[in-house]
C-alpha cells in the first residue's frame, strides 16, 4: 500500500479534461471483472487513453485491469470505456451473477474445480 | 501509454468470457496483498476508486464544499480458472471508508475472506459486522504471525462468529495454505446455496452511513 496510486496525486482538471468533464456515465454496465475485447486497432489522432485501451484489450481484459494500465481511477476508466463501447470499438463480456445472487452450483463446481487444479 | 505491468502481465485466453470476484478484507498489514500474491497468475495490481458523496438535505451554511469525495485504494491479481472462468482476487482495506464502496465495486462478490491477526482480532470486528449485515457470504482466515496460538473457538467468541461461519487458519505466504482459505470459502458457499437457494435475492439494506 506504499506504492503511489493512481489517480491520488492527479490534477482534477486532468481528470475532468479526459472525460470532456463527464463524471459519470449514466450507465453501471461495466463491472470491474467485466472483460474487455479491441474490436479495432487505434487510429491516429485517437485520444492517447482511447488508444492505449485498444491495445491493452487485443485479448480480453478487466475493466479493473484496463484501470491499472491506465494508472486512472476506476469511475474514469469507466467513461473512457463507455465512449469506445458506444462506438463499437470495444466489445464487452459481463459477469453472468448479478448483484448479491449467489452464482448457481454449477459455477460453484466450476471454480473449485479450477482451484483445485492451481 | 501502455505501462510496463500491461506489457508484462500475461495475457487472458482469448475465450475468458466470465469474471468473478472474491474479496479479501482486514486490517492493515494482516496479509491481503501477500495471500492475493500467493495464488494470482500475475503481480497484484494497485488501482484506486473514488466516489463523490452529495450532501443530501444538508444546508452548507459554512460555505464548506457540499460536495466530498472518498478514495480507496485496493490491490488485485486474478486466476484464470478455465476457458471461460477468470477469478479476480481483490485485497481491501476493512477500515470504516472503504465500505462506503462496497456496493459499487464489489456487489456480485460470490463472496470474501476476513484476514484476521490474532495479535489484533479487534481489527476484524468491523468487516464481520458489515459482511453479516450485508448478507455477503465470508469465512474467517487467521494469518499465522508466530504469535502466541489462540484456539479456534476462543477467537470465534472474540468475534461473536456465528457457527455456520467457517474459521480457518493459514500462512498468506504459502500458495497451498491461501489456495485452501479460497477452496474453504467455495464450499462454504456451495453450502450456502444448498441450505438456503433464496439466499442473496432478498433486498439489499442499505449500508448505514
Request: negative net charge; hydrophobic residues 40%.
Amino acid at each position: 500500500m506504499s506504492r503511489v496510486r493512481p489517480g491520488r496525486d492527479d490534477s482534477p482538471d486532468r481528470l475532468y479534461t479526459l472525460t470532456g468533464g463527464r463524471s459519470g456515465t449514466g450507465s453501471t454496465a461495466f463491472d470491474v471483472v467485466t472483460l474487455v475485447v479491441s474490436e479495432c486497432e487505434p487510429v491516429p489522432g485517437m485520444q492517447s487513453e482511447h488508444a492505449a485501451i485498444l491495445r491493452m484489450c487485443r485479448f480480453p481484459t478487466a475493466v479493473v485491469e484496463v484501470a491499472a494500465g491506465l494508472g486512472l481511477p476506476v469511475s474514469i476508466t469507466r467513461i473512457l470505456l463507455a465512449d469506445l463501447h458506444d462506438t463499437g470499438r470495444i466489445s464487452a463480456r459481463h459477469p453472468r451473477p448479478t448483484s448479491y445472487r449467489l452464482p448457481d452450483h454449477d459455477i460453484l463446481e466450476q471454480v473449485l474445480v479450477g482451484l483445485r487444479n492451481l | 501509454m501502455d505501462s510496463a505491468i500491461s506489457e508484462q502481465r500475461p495475457a487472458l485466453s482469448s475465450t475468458a468470457d466470465n469474471g468473478l470476484k472474491i474479496v479479501v478484507v482486514g486490517g492493515f498489514g494482516v496479509g491481503k496483498t501477500t495471500l492475493v500474491r500467493s495464488v494470482s497468475e500475475i503481480r497484484p495490481l494497485n488501482t484506486e476508486e473514488t466516489m463523490s458523496q452529495a450532501g443530501e438535505g444538508i444546508d452548507d451554511t459554512g460555505g464548506v464544499a457540499a460536495k466530498t469525495a472518498t478514495t480507496v485504494a485496493f490491490d488485485f491479481g486474478r486466476i484464470s480458472l478455465d476457458a471461460r472462468n477468470v477469478l479476480y482476487l481483490f485485497g481491501a482495506p476493512g477500515q470504516e471508508r472503504f465500505w462506503f464502496l462496497w456496493d459499487r465495486l464489489f456487489s456480485g462478490t460470490l463472496g470474501a475472506v476476513v484476514l484476521v491477526d490474532t495479535r489484533r482480532i479487534a481489527d476484524s470486528w468491523y468487516a464481520v459486522d458489515r459482511l453479516e449485515h450485508h448478507g455477503t457470504p465470508f469465512v474467517v482466515a487467521c494469518n499465522d504471525f508466530g504469535g502466541p496460538a489462540h484456539t479456534a473457538a476462543e477467537i470465534r467468541d472474540a468475534l461473536d462468529l456465528a457457527d455456520e461461519v467457517p474459521l480457518v487458519f493459514c500462512d498468506a505466504r504459502s500458495r497451498e495454505s491461501s489456495k485452501q482459505v479460497l477452496i474453504s470459502l467455495v464450499e462454504h458457499l456451495k453450502n450456502v446455496v444448498a441450505a438456503d437457494p433464496e439466499h442473496g435475492r432478498r433486498p439489499v439494506p442499505e449500508p448505514a452511513p
